[in-house]
């Protein structure tokens, strides 16, 4: 295996080899005007034809010009790679004072590692850590440094922590679990290795800016001044743009392979010179990656999500990460040796408020993951563990029972009749007026009162019956509607989403500049924390919470938070999770019986009517 050294090496030699590029692409934008100048220059001297030879003066101004409109498209290329800024991670910065001990950790690896400490410290409400460079706009990504030259110096990158690796991991395997990455510091101050990158990720930018059309910029209003000048920069900015960013991908194409074999080398540089720091134990914290990863997506979707739905964050994240891999601990046979690890110090009293921290990091998972404002509010605001049960179990399950019972009602009852049709007089009457109908009424059919919201209304909509429907056909048609509401919610939320984006971002933000605003706020959420769910699925949520809501009305039962579950029914003060069979033989087969003895052994009263958002 290459030792740290020859992997260094290697690194350099790819980035020498984009360097390369970079410059050819310089010298391909000289070469006209190389060309002019000897043009020039033997018309002066009379070596290439004379100053009075029509021809060649033609050909020299011809030359000129092209040289010059080269140079004019290079300069604007150039002007766009190198301040188009890359967009950042978002993450919650950690300044120093407010955690001394955890910078104090990094440094000391930092010089068991031999190699540069980072420049800052900041967490990530995700499973990973890498480093990041944010020096694009300053001055290059470089900054100057006292000296005898006034020379300047690379800025070492700042570390990105996850922040559940610091509530879950001991002390000891987060120093492990760091190891290799802070050895990374090394080559990223290397001046080819750090110029390179900058190229790399300049011309990203460029694409970026290219495709989103531009920075971005408030639109002026009709029919003024300001918008037929707008519209007109649109025409010429489009071409200029289409030729900035078949430019740029020309040269990532060029340089793709060079840059990716460059990280490669410097990543298998970092695991070398990290071998020596804690390998043992690091061994350990690979381990807990795995186990904090899948705890933390358990957290997301099962206990998060539902929160985040209804306008709630819940503002300790990191701390439910604790919780709910202690309880997989408990139940997992194969994970009981980690739940001893609890004894030691967490990497979480590295902080000085892991509180405030936590709460920091829960609100831009929410803004990553869901798509959140940035701050709370009247319609966003955050939710203490020990109220999640009341404020958000509850208020789901009864939001999702308000819903099925609106869908119930849009949809005609099978045994309804239609209302008897009068016959028409034989000789017309005098013309009287008619006292005005209490509501809409469709023709031929009257509307009926809405009927009181109880659980045996909903078991005999979904019950099967020989002379109504086939087995199955009915739930079919309330998950179709059901599916359907659902899918006008969730376009509601991404357009208002997109409002906030629109209205929060300033101009020049974004993805293409580098502001990271509208990257979290209007192209939220980067990714759904789960798959879509399929109509059955779903009319089988809206039943269970159904269920819920009249054990706690009429059988004295209680919402609760399982850690990897999400919402729980509390019966007696102990987790009844025996309801999925009887709920999906009702949705899935129209066989109520189970439901019912169910419902029988817990004493929910079916008929009684339950209290709806």
């Known amino acids: 295996m290459a030792g740290p050294e020859e992997g260094a090496q290697a690194a350099r030699a790819r980035a020498l080899a984009v360097l390369r590029i970079r410059g050819a692409a310089l010298a391909v934008a000289l070469l006209p005007a190389a060309a002019a100048v000897v043009l020039l220059v033997g018309g002066a001297t009379g070596r290439i034809g004379g100053s009075h030879d029509e021809g060649w003066t033609a050909v020299r101004w011809a030359v000129v010009a092209g040289a010059v409109v080269v140079l004019l498209l290079a300069a604007a290329v150039a002007a766009v790679v190198v301040r188009a800024r890359p967009a950042l991670s978002p993450t919650v910065p950690i300044a120093e004072e407010t955690a001394p001990d955890l910078y104090r950790l990094v440094r000391d690896l930092a010089e068991r590692l031999e190699v540069p400490a980072p420049s800052a410290i900041a967490l990530t409400p995700d499973c990973d850590s890498w480093l990041e460079d944010r020096t694009h706009r300053a001055h290059g990504g470089r900054r100057r440094t006292a000296g005898a030259g006034g020379g300047r110096a690379p800025v070492a990158p700042v570390l990105v922590i996850g922040s559940p690796f610091l509530w879950w991991m001991r002390v000891g395997e987060l120093r492990a679990l760091l190891a290799p990455v802070v050895a990374g510091t090394g080559p990223s101050v290397h001046p080819d290795i750090a110029a390179a990158r900058r190229f790399v990720r300049g011309l990203d930018a460029a694409v970026a800016v290219a495709a989103l059309g531009g920075p971005a910029r408030p639109a002026p209003r009709r029919g003024t001044p300001g918008a037929a000048v707008a519209a007109l920069g649109r025409a010429v900015r489009r071409p200029a743009l289409a030729f900035l960013g078949w430019i740029a991908r020309l040269l990532l194409r060029g340089c793709r392979d060079h840059a990716a074999e460059m990280e490669r080398a410097v990543a298998a540089a970092a695991s070398e010179r990290a071998q020596a720091v804690d390998y043992g134990l690091r061994i350990v914290a690979q381990e807990q990656v795995g186990l904090a990863y899948a705890g ?68 831009l998972a929410a803004r990553l993951f869901h798509g959140g404002p940035s701050e709370p509010g009247p319609d966003w605001s955050p939710v203490d563990w020990g109220a999640y049960p009341e404020e958000v179990v509850d208020r789901k399950w009864r939001l999702e029972a308000a819903r099925l019972h609106r869908v119930l009602d849009e949809q005609p009852h099978p045994d309804a009749e239609p209302a008897p049709v009068p016959p028409e007089p034989a000789q017309p009457a005098p013309a009287q007026p008619d006292p005005a109908p209490p509501g809409p009424v469709a023709a031929g059919c009257v ?167």
Do not use: N
């Open 447 to 613: 509307a009926p009162e809405p009927a009181a919201p109880t659980l045996a209304r909903v078991m005999e909509r979904l019950t099967a019956a020989p002379d109504r429907a086939p087995t199955g056909e009915l739930g079919e048609e309330v998950a179709v509607l059901l599916s359907v509401e659902l899918a006008r919610e969730e376009a509601l939320h991404r357009a208002e989403t997109r409002a906030r984006g629109r209205a929060g971002g300033r101009a020049g933000e974004g993805p293409a500049s580098g502001g990271g605003d509208l990257w979290i706020d209007g192209c939220a959420p980067l990714f759904p924390p789960q798959p879509p769910r399929t109509g059955r699925e779903l009319l089988a949520d809206h039943v269970t919470a159904m269920v819920c809501c009249a054990a706690i009305d009429t059988a004295g039962a209680a919402p609760g938070l399982d850690w990897l579950d999400g919402p729980a029914l509390l019966v007696g003060g102990r987790r009844r999770a025996d309801l999925a069979y009887p709920v999906l033989s009702l949705v899935e087969d129209g066989d109520a019986e189970p439901l019912r003895a169910w419902l029988g052994e817990v004493g929910v009263r079916a008929e009684k009517p339950v209290r709806l958002v």
């Open 296 to 363: 933390w997506d358990r957290l997301l979707t099962r206990v998060a999500l539902p929160a985040w739905r209804m306008g709630r964050w819940p503002s300790r994240l990191d701390a439910g990460v604790v919780s709910a891999l202690t309880e997989l601990s408990r139940r997992d046979r194969l994970a009981e040796g980690f739940a001893s690890r609890l004894s030691e110090r967490p990497a979480c009293d590295l902080l000085e408020e892991p509180g405030l921290i936590d709460e920091a990091t829960s609100l």
